[in-house]
């Protein structure tokens, strides 16, 4: 293993006092190079002619990184730290999102239209017309955000509090990318049918459901049935949006290395919700031959202990993850750190694809097969071709709320990961380029696009 790279997940801001003397500034950047970090912002906050006050930002690998570059400043006697903070944890103060009334409450008038008496009748318009709900309230452009807590960012089971960070920020990508409403609803429970029906109770609300961080196979169970049981669309991030920015990615790097995904052999390691919707996903698209690997090597029909889900792509085959791997087309991986070798890679096919997409190491350092392989990708921001489901979630939800979708089918799923790899033009395709930028603003209104157009092909759009 290499170590990662300083990125801005690690920021720090440091507050230094420094004499006002050439070269003094000098050794505190020169401290920070020594100890691996990158140097941000220097800002000047105020002058004497004796000393200097500065606010400096550093990108660290690591919490431990962090602590090792303000050690190395302090080390410099001449200088004193006044103040350093995690510009993280500081981002999440307070939370980070808020809710707004669209309306100014100004006059009487306002206030008499806007709640009582004159939100009676709209009430009763809804309770004589139940479809007026969409256009009457926030339910046509409002989306839940569930989850139990059970599977935050692979971080394991940390229950429904520490959740909330991640599904406020959900909320925020809803907003920011797609101009949705989403709110975080992190359940204290983490029993199925407790979650299934308290999704079904708060359902008239919402305009869809993204589920979010529940860990397999009961999130299997969870999708489908709420899926089933409610008339809004249920999608469950972990495993379709994967699977959509997935299919993208590598249907433009199928292109490069001039192979069809019907005739490629293509091995996944990680067999929980995102694993297994890549599978399906893939398996919906033509690919033929998919083995699906997790902790214990293949899954193979040999094996007793398979869950129905895993089940489903049992093969005759047994044996570990390098022995799936050899003769391997593509390798995705949504698993753990550094579980495959630079061995590994070069026993695979010629021009292989490697997707290593576990967060924030991956299956295997790009640094390290650079020369191996055709294309390589991560879930990482730091490295080219960044698997994110930022790509897929915000224009999925805005299709399907735009035409009123009752469901999220198959087919949508193939067209927003279409959508997304045809914002690649052919002259811009190379190994690095293989998949749009989440900033990209072409994305979500293409994906929302094709979402529309397959939900009124499916039969789910009601307008």
């Known amino acids: 293993m290499v170590n990662l790279t300083p990125n801005p997940s690690f920021s720090l801001s440091i507050r230094l006092e420094v004499p006002n003397q050439a070269g003094m500034l000098a050794r505190v950047t020169n401290a920070i190079a020594q100890c691996g970090g990158n140097l941000g912002d220097i800002k000047l906050l105020e002058q004497t002619r004796k000393v200097s006050l500065r606010e400096v930002t550093v990108d660290a690998s690591s919490s431990e990184h962090a602590d090792e570059i303000i050690s190395a400043i302090k080390e410099i006697r001449e200088v004193n730290v006044l103040e350093f903070y995690d510009r993280t944890f500081a981002l999440h103060q307070g939370g980070k999102i808020s809710v707004q009334s669209r309306i100014a409450l100004t006059r009487q008038s306002d206030l008499a239209m806007a709640y009582t008496p004159g939100v009676g009748r709209v009430c009763r318009a809804i309770a004589e017309d139940p479809a007026k709900v969409f256009s009457l309230t926030v339910k046509s452009n409002m989306v839940a955000i569930v989850s139990d807590g059970s599977a935050v960012l692979g971080l394991g089971n940390l229950g429904a509090e520490a959740a909330l960070p991640v599904m406020e920020g959900k909320a925020m990508l809803f907003k920011e990318f797609a101009g949705i409403d989403a709110f975080p609803l992190c359940l204290d429970t983490q029993d199925t049918e407790e979650i299934i029906k308290t999704v079904k109770h708060i359902a008239p609300v919402f305009g869809g ?49 001039k192979k069809a995904l019907q005739e490629v052999k293509i091995v996944i390691n990680g067999a929980g919700a995102a694993g297994v919707a890549i599978a399906r996903l893939l398996q919906q698209a033509g690919a033929q031959t998919i083995w699906l690997c997790d902790r214990k090597g293949i899954l193979s029909t040999q094996r007793q202990d398979l869950n129905p889900q895993k089940q489903e792509f049992a093969t005759e085959t047994s044996g570990t993850l390098a022995d799936a791997l050899k003769g391997a087309d593509i390798f995705i991986g949504v698993s753990a750190p550094g579980v495959v070798t630079p061995t590994m890679v070069r026993s695979m096919a010629t ?28 879930g990482r921001s730091d490295y080219a071709n960044q698997i994110n489901n930022v790509l897929a979630f915000p224009g999925v939800f805005r299709g399907a709320l735009d035409c009123r979708a009752s469901a999220i089918t198959t087919n949508m799923c193939l067209e927003a990961a279409n959508a997304i790899a045809n914002l690649i033009q052919p002259e811009e395709l190379n190994p690095e380029h293989i998949i749009p930028s989440v900033f990209d603003p072409r994305v979500a209104p293409a994906v929302a696009a094709a979402v529309q157009t397959a939900a009124r092909k499916d039969g789910v759009a009601r307008i």
């Open 209 to 257: 459901v993204n589920l979010e961080d529940i860990s397999a196979p009961r999130c299997f169970e969870i999708e489908r049935r709420l899926s089933e049981e409610i008339d809004i669309p249920v999608f469950h991030d972990d495993q379709n949006g994967t699977a959509i920015v997935t299919f993208a990615a590598l249907r433009n790097a199928l292109i490069l290395v």
């Open 351 to 378: 021009d292989p694809i490697v997707m290593a997409m576990s967060n924030p190491i991956p299956e295997i350092q790009p640094e390290l097969v650079k020369n191996d392989v055709a294309v390589i990708a991560t």
